[in-house]
């Protein structure tokens, strides 16, 4: 009988594999094409960011902006096309929602283009009162070198 790989969460920045996040997100996603690897590398540092690995390499991410005592924005999510169908962003989410320092939050947003089933799974949905929400939103930041 051959074994599933071992699909694991950790929280180590240490960990995360830089320049595979950073290729995913200037190449492949459709957030942040064209990001420069510095605002990457600042984004991880000031973010609690969850790499999901295979084997000791790197096949998922996402990252939580947030003050730690009322509010958090899920961002950067993502699992390398040839590991999806197998269960890890919900594995991914679970591990984000039930880390310690995000519990008790009184709000906890994120954006999604495509993946609104997943986040329903886990009690997400639209905004109560959406005309209160407001943003500056410039999608194509990257790409126009303007970073």
């Avoid at 590398?41 to 390499?57: K, N, Q, T, W």
């Avoid at 961002?75 to 989410?93: M, N, T």
Wanted: proline share 5%.
């Amino acid at each position: 009988m051959i074994k599933p790989p071992l699909f694991s969460i950790s929280t180590h920045r240490d960990a995360l594999d830089i320049t595979l996040i950073h290729r995913f997100l200037t190449q492949d996603s459709g957030w942040a094409r064209g990001i420069p690897r510095a605002t990457v590398e600042r984004s991880i540092e000031h973010s609690l960011c969850f790499g999901g690995y295979i084997d000791g390499a790197q096949v998922a991410f996402a990252r939580v902006i947030s003050d730690y005592a009322t509010f958090a924005n899920l961002v950067d999510v993502f699992v390398l096309p040839e590991f999806r169908g197998h269960g890890y962003s919900k594995a991914l989410i679970e591990a984000v929602l039930a880390h310690p320092q995000l519990q008790g939050l009184r709000r906890f947003t994120l954006a999604t283009a495509d993946a609104h089933g997943l986040y329903a799974e886990f009690g997400f949905v639209a905004p109560l009162k959406p005309q209160s929400l407001m943003e500056r939103y410039f999608p194509k930041i990257y790409e126009a070198g303007m970073s």
